[in-house]
């Protein structure tokens, strides 16, 4: 085990990139002596900032999804759609939405949907006074085309939908999973409980295997994660409270071109909670500390977690914790192909952790081994011990194994994985070792 790489003494760089993408680049390492910080709680956008100097923004480097690839989603619903013996796809605003028409639009008890066609074509319904707006919202996706449904604030919007769908001759018609209930229960009495089904598979199935498009968003997203994370490694210093710490990784993406950044950081036996959160705690060395983040990448989601020691060595007992935590992500990883079931992921991550003498079950390893992630970053499918979900290329999930033990450490690795035709990939680096994220 190597010493733990100490923060240099003039900004450096290294490259932490896939050179495939074309996103090899220089992570920005700022002194951990070069701009005095302040002493309070709060760091200012210009500490934070003269921390990190050579972090730019990287977000040009991928291209958004376009207009033209939203139809082609819209085109493989209907087929899909049909291949589940559903005739529409009732849609709320939502990622789903954002997936199919790049269409972002709040809710409220008034109900604007997007209805997905099985022969690929659709309609908007719409509130009667928000269709000037809507129209404009739409015509900018590129959407406009799509004709709208009225419904005035004395009908509600269940009879001109239900209306709308027999016009169209939609005879069963599946509510996706991010439908509200009062919409999926009011179309069921105005259009019959008998012609309203569940579109979670083909959901599922249009969402869950990523293009190659996709594939390049998410790993772009996830590397640049991992570079902020190691660059905010380097010039880490005693007495940063862990608040301080999630601002510097906060930060170090959004310099990087991430949006929507969130950050758990964990300082020592804190981290034996898995969704605790900062407490104020001070960083000292030797102590332990684990960092949960990601942020969106036009809004594709990174979702990174590594544990490490601060300028100091492990014990023991966080060593062997370690290194078994480590074990389990890499043998989840090397059973990852398709075909395989989303159960036995998991059950091959619990039981090295079990036959390492961490306990059985969901003792030490408290929560499932990962979840899917897309443009949402907890999505279906999920790695966990119930799902019979066969795997397919193209699937992308989070591979993160952990050990709790309350009052005395908590350890998780966490990674992006792709189900390949013939196995799997992981995006960015391995931690490897416990005395630094990259």
Known sequence: ??????????????????????????????????????????LSADELDALLPSLRDRSGEVRPIAADERAARRARLGQLLGEEHLDALLVEPGSTMTYLTGVSWGTSERLFALVALADGTGFWLVPAFEA??????????????????????DQYAFAPLAAALTERKVERIGIEPQVRYFAANRLAEAFGAEHVASGATATRRLRGVKDEHEIALLRAANELTQQAIGAVADVLRPGLTDRQIGALVRRAQERLGLRDVWVLPLIGDTAALPHGGPVGRELRSGDLLLVDTGGALHGYQSDETRTWIFDGQPGLDVARAWNVVRDAQRKAFATIRPGVHCKEIDAAARGVISSSGFGTGYSAFAHRLGHGIGLDGHEGPYFDGGSEVALEPGMTFSDEPGIYLPGRLGIRLEDVVLVTPDGADHFGKWQESPVHPL
């Open 1 to 42: 085990m190597t010493r733990p790489r100490k923060p240099a003494p003039r900004p450096d760089r290294r490259t932490v990139l896939g050179a495939g993408l074309g996103l090899a680049a220089g992570a920005g390492l700022g002194s951990c002596t070069s701009a005095p910080m302040s002493t309070t709680e709060n």
């Open 132 to 153: 000037p707006r809507a129209s404009e919202v739409l015509a900018k996706a590129g959407v406009g085309d799509m004709p709208l449904v009225r419904w005035q604030e």
